[in-house]
């Protein structure tokens, strides 16, 4: 075989090894529903069947009528958003691929400081007072210490 055809041959691999990718992402990603992520619909969080008792826990919550999945659980910048939801998307879609996620279903840190993050931006008028001063113990502000029934209800 000379060079050209060789060349050719690879090209002609890499071209088809990159269609079926991309077909089988797309696959995927429209199998899943990925394009609902983009939306606020908290509809889109229970795509996933692991999300149900969270979801029908915010349908009974306190916050129900003013803060949809989106509202509490990523950055509220557009791009900081988007990076988020493509971050959380992998990393959920990994953890139930390979069924290695906690059962009930845990923020994981970097999750929990938007939420905080969130709580101190919403309720800003409420807690600043609160948020201005350093804990004596040296432990940073956590709404959710006391109030993790806010967003999904009562725990069971």
Aim: hydrophobic letters at 35%; aromatic letters at 8%.
């Amino acid at each position: 075989m000379n060079t050209s055809t060789s060349r050719s041959l690879l090209i002609l691999l890499v071209l088809a090894t990159f269609g079926v990718l991309v077909g089988a992402g797309g696959f995927t990603f429209v199998y899943a529903r990925g394009y609902s992520y983009l939306s606020n619909d908290p509809q889109a969080c229970v795509n996933c069947h692991i999300m149900r008792d969270q979801y029908s826990g915010w349908q009974k919550s306190s916050h129900h009528t003013v803060a949809a999945c989106n509202d509490c659980h990523v950055p509220h910048a557009l791009i900081p958003k988007y990076l988020t939801k493509m971050e959380n998307g992998y990393a959920h879609s990994r953890a139930f691929t390979m069924q290695d996620f906690k059962e009930p279903i845990e923020m994981r840190p970097v999750s929990k400081a938007i939420v905080q993050a969130n709580c101190l931006e919403c309720h800003a008028g409420l807690v600043h007072n609160i948020a201005a001063h350093d804990d004596p113990l040296g432990q940073a502000l956590d709404c959710l210490q006391c109030h993790s029934s806010v967003g999904h209800g009562p725990r069971k």
